[in-house]
């Protein structure tokens, strides 16, 4: 077995760079600044009722004391969460935070992978001006391990990292076109937290390469995903043998019984909504969320990983308890797309919307819930402008896209547009 220092030592240079910097610099916030931490764990931008890691220790006492864990609506989160996590909990609580840093680590290695194959793939029909954008794999995994909120949503240690990993290993094998990879990946992240069943179609595409899909790749794909969600869920259930395992974990996604605020905008709704309302609404919703994603991938079917970062965005933008997290995700995934940025009209508007409402939220929460001086609504309002931020990036990033398209496969129409400019 290859020792430690000789896997580190197959890492590319820069990545390493990379990634060294980033691990010092989680693992000296978490030795100095540990009541950032604590408040982190507790703070409802980053953590939700399915990723709280608080909430993972409540069940994993339940586990331990042989109590069903899922008695008590509290813990909703994976079933295989337990063993993974109870045998953390054996050494010093530093260890698993080095656990949600290697898991992080592991995310951007994944991402560097990731544009290493889309970046080898650049087809000759590239403006010239694309390559005055220098975009290195180790500047991809830079902006995922860099970002302030990538740091913070590790400091706060909420358990949506791992689908985080799920879903970007899911993509580099389907660029890879490692189809029963990608399909075993995606299994993953839709059994930890179901809405990535959304980037199965894209996937599928993208796992196709340049040829039609056939039926012939549709069928083997669905079959390794089934039998990876029925292998999940059998080993779930023969883990806890509890009747309440689906109730709740996709039963709390899909029906919104815990209703702890958080910057979705289903909390709000279901708080203030008469009961007999309630069934309607939960249907508008949920089918909202999902509406898009043929649409976007049969529309992107030749750009097929862009697809799947719209997706991303909506899932991000409607899925029933998102934080911070969510968004990290598929911002990272931004500049491997980075030709498209030149042709963003709302760059300045985006970035002040985005601070604004990550400013705001916090705020707002302090006024309604520790001061009494302000009320649900100001709070909402937060998580409103919050979403018209997701909202506005997703028409800016599709606008991009598609008028680059234009420019590339009809060169008039690019001079026309410079001409009226």
């Known amino acids: 077995m290859a020792s430690p220092n000789k896997l580190v030592d197959h890492l590319p240079r820069d990545f390493r760079k990379v990634a060294l910097g980033a691990i010092l610099v989680r693992m000296a916030m978490y030795w100095c600044l540990p009541g950032l931490v604590e408040v982190l764990q507790q703070r409802i931008e980053w953590v939700t009722p399915l990723t709280s890691y608080k909430r993972l220790t409540e069940g994993l006492f339940l586990y331990r004391s042989g109590i ?6 509290q813990y909703f989160q994976p079933a295989l969460y337990l063993p993974l996590f109870q045998t953390l909990a054996w050494f010093p609580t530093v260890v ?3 656990f949600f840093v290697l898991l992080d680590v592991l995310v951007a290695w994944q991402l560097y992978q990731l544009a290493l194959t889309k970046f080898g793939r650049r087809d000759s029909s590239s403006f010239a001006e694309d390559q005055n954008l220098k975009v290195t794999p180790a500047a991809v995994a830079a902006c995922y391990l860099w970002n302030p909120l990538t740091i913070l949503s590790t400091l706060s240690q909420a358990t949506s990292l791992v689908n985080t990993l799920a879903v970007v290993c899911a993509l580099r094998h389907g660029l890879q076109g490692q189809r029963s990879y990608a399909m075993v990946w995606l299994a993953v ?5 179901f809405y990535p069943v959304m980037l199965l179609v894209p996937l599928v595409f993208m796992s196709s390469g340049n040829q039609p899909l056939q039926l012939g790749n549709l069928v083997p794909c669905l079959k390794v995903f089934a039998l990876t969600m029925v292998t999940l869920l059998s080993a779930s259930y023969l883990l806890t043998l509890s009747p309440q395992l689906l109730s709740s ?5 899909f029906t919104v019984t815990d209703l702890t605020p958080n910057l979705g905008v289903f909390w709000y709704f279901f708080i203030e909504m008469f009961d007999h309302f309630r069934a309607f609404f939960l249907i508008a919703f949920q089918l909202h969320t999902f509406i898009f994603a043929v649409p976007i991938s049969i529309r992107f079917r030749h750009q097929p990983l862009f697809a799947s970062i719209l997706l991303l965005g909506i899932i991000t933008l409607f899925k029933s308890y998102p934080s911070v997290s969510d968004m990290v995700l598929y911002l990272a995934l931004l500049p491997l797309y980075h030709e498209i940025f030149k042709y963003m009209r709302y760059s300045f508007l985006l970035v002040n919307a985005m601070i604004y409402a990550l400013v705001l939220a916090p705020l707002f929460w302090h006024l309604w819930i520790y001061q009494g001086s302000g009320n649900a609504n100001f709070f909402y309002a937060a998580t409103l402008v919050y979403a018209a931020f997701q909202i506005f990036l997703i028409i800016d990033l599709t606008q991009s896209q598609l008028r680059r398209d234009l420019e590339r496969d009809c060169p008039a129409v690019r001079s026309k547009i410079l001409m009226q400019e």
């Open 68 to 73: 069903d864990p899922y008695d008590g609506n």
């Open 96 to 98: 698993t935070f080095a």
């Open 189 to 193: 992240a839709t059994y930890i937290s």
């Open 249 to 253: 974990t996709y039963g709390v996604i």
